[in-house]
């Protein structure tokens, strides 16, 4: 049995129906109820729900075989495992953004920056690479609000139909980085198992993009 670890939530019944295309498909009771570890009916295959961020952890020490997860989530992480399918769903953007007056122009010309965010490691070499000093406040969820608030100058954070920073009076600054869907595959597994992870990879594979060879 190959075991897939998804990120809970969108990308979770994006990924399930991507499958079930393949027929692979989950009872709709295990799907309504809270159980974190579902099976389908041919017991192929068994998925792991976890927060994002736990699904290059659960992948890189080999207790799933597989995994899908954002792209913001291997940035941020640089987990160790084969990344060799981009799903071509869960499209959004890493960006800093931020109150649309002037606190931002100020902030970046005189001193270090504060910004909010989930991703302290894509926030700090973003501005490495600008060569902007910056403090880094690391929250958890709901990062619009620092910047409403003025607990920081700037967030960066995942955009996806950009609601939720107009609903709160912020705007992009800066696009970081394009994010999608990718699946990700523990590197022992992906030797171990070939033919099992790449029977995997077919199904999950967009119809126009099939699965390429392991890259990093
Ligand atoms: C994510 C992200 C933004 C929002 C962006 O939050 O952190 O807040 O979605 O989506 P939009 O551009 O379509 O409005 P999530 O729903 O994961 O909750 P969180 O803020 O608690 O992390």
Not at 26 to 55: I, M, N, W
Not at 78 to 101: I, K, N, Q
Not at 185 to 196: G, Q
Request: glycine share 6%; aromatic share 6%.
């Amino acid at each position: 049995m190959i075991t897939l670890a998804l990120a809970k939530g969108r990308l979770q019944c994006a990924a399930l129906a991507r499958l079930a295309e393949g027929g692979v498909t989950v009872s709709p009771e295990q799907l309504d109820s809270r159980r974190l570890v579902l099976e389908e009916a041919t017991g192929e295959y068994r998925f792991l729900l976890v927060k994002p961020g736990d699904v290059p952890i659960y992948v890189e020490h080999g207790v799933a075989q597989a995994g899908v997860c954002g792209r913001d989530i291997l940035l941020e992480y640089e987990p160790d495992v084969y990344e060799p399918l981009d799903l071509d769903f869960g499209f959004c953007r890493l960006a800093v953004a931020g109150r649309t007056d002037t606190a931002w122009q100020a902030a970046n010309r005189l001193s270090k920056l504060r910004v909010a965010t989930k991703y302290p490691r894509v926030t700090q070499k973003h501005f490495q690479r600008r060569a902007t000093p910056v403090d880094i406040i690391p929250l958890t969820g709901s990062v619009e609000l620092a910047a409403v608030l003025g607990l920081a100058d700037c967030i960066v954070d995942i955009v996806e139909t950009g609601r939720t920073l107009d609903e709160n009076g912020l705007t992009i600054l800066e696009t970081i980085a394009p994010v999608s869907a990718r699946c990700i595959v523990n590197r022992a597994a992906f030797h171990l198992e070939r033919p099992r992870i790449a029977r995997l990879l077919e199904r999950l594979a967009p119809t126009s993009a099939p699965a390429s060879a392991p890259t990093a």
